[in-house]
């Protein structure tokens, strides 16, 4: 049995889907209330490097967590439940993509050296590591 097989197997056996979800949007919430504090309580002209790390983390947590939930609304709109079961490993890798690549977006902001260019650079580096994976995920599977 592959591994996809197995998530697939332990979800049906132990999980449904709302249930899931509900575990990510309670992780979401958590993570978005801990970026706020941060926003908030911390000043960023005061900030050691350990207090930017915490905020590009924090706000990595809550990016993926939000793209996550709007990926698998995607799948559920136009394959169902059934079908949306069959692709959460692909929606949890192509959601920690489109949050690197938002961080991405304001670590260049944060740096002051974010241009147009920049941006559609960063979009090519993520769709090539996501057409990568999906080719290593097609040759393993044969």
Do not use: H
Request: hydrophobic share 60%; aromatic share 22%; with cysteine.
């Amino acid at each position: 049995m592959l591994f996809g097989e197995r998530v697939i197997f332990y979800f049906w056996a132990y999980m449904s889907l709302s249930f899931y979800l509900s575990g990510i949007r309670f992780f979401t919430l958590t993570a978005l209330i801990a970026w706020l504090s941060i926003v908030f309580f911390l000043d960023p002209y005061q900030a050691e490097s350990f207090g930017i790390i915490i905020f590009f983390l924090s706000l990595f947590v809550f990016l993926v967590g939000s793209c996550l939930l709007f990926v698998l609304w995607i799948y559920r709109k136009g394959l169902g439940d059934a079908g949306t079961v069959l692709y959460l490993t692909g929606a949890f890798r192509q959601s920690i993509l489109l949050a690197l690549f938002l961080i991405g977006i304001v670590f260049f902001q944060y740096k002051d050296i974010l241009l147009w260019w920049d941006v559609l650079l960063l979009l090519a580096g993520m769709l090539l590591v996501e057409f990568s994976l999906r080719r290593l995920k097609e040759n393993v599977d044969k």
